[in-house]
């Protein structure tokens, strides 16, 4: 198994643990972009920008097809125990390994962990203490709606 996860500066991890809290949401690919650009205009002119970590996702079932309740676990499990390893968060949460590299591997990509190395171990670290999930209900948004059954 080959890790895609780009390293992280050890001054980036410190930044990631000085923030407490990540917001989950859901934005059509347009207003991520909007408040992406809205966020630099903001910036280049010297105003001061909202700098809460968050992980935006484009429609309702790509978060919910991410975040389930066995990966909520997981982070817990991560967040609570403090495992030292991949293996040793195998054996907390009572998975496989092969299973739980893939799915730490997928939010380490995210950014929602990330790992410490140490020599031949990967320490999976969440650097946050609440996870807040924020779903707008907006009719005028374009894919993000969710469909009733």
Do not use: C
Not at 34 to 60: C, H
Not at 62 to 89: F, G, H, W, Y
Request: glycine share 2%; hydrophobic share 35%.
């Amino acid at each position: 198994m080959t890790d895609t996860t780009p390293p992280m500066h050890p001054m980036e991890r410190e930044q990631l643990r000085a923030k407490s809290t990540l917001v989950v949401t859901v934005k059509s690919s347009n207003e991520f972009h909007d408040s992406v650009s809205n966020g630099i205009e903001a910036l280049e002119q010297g105003d001061a920008v909202d700098s809460t970590p968050t992980l935006s996702f484009t429609s309702y079932d790509d978060l919910m097809k991410t975040l389930t309740p066995r990966v909520l676990d997981l982070i817990e499990a991560v967040r609570q125990e403090e495992p030292a390893s991949i293996n040793e968060t195998a054996r907390v949460v009572d998975r496989d390994v092969k299973n739980v590299h893939e799915e730490l591997s997928r939010l380490a990509q995210l950014g929602i962990i990330f790992f410490e190395e140490n020599g031949q171990n990967k320490r999976p670290v969440v650097w946050f203490d609440e996870l807040v999930i924020n779903l707008p209900f907006d009719p005028e948004a374009d894919d993000t709606a969710a469909t009733a059954p």
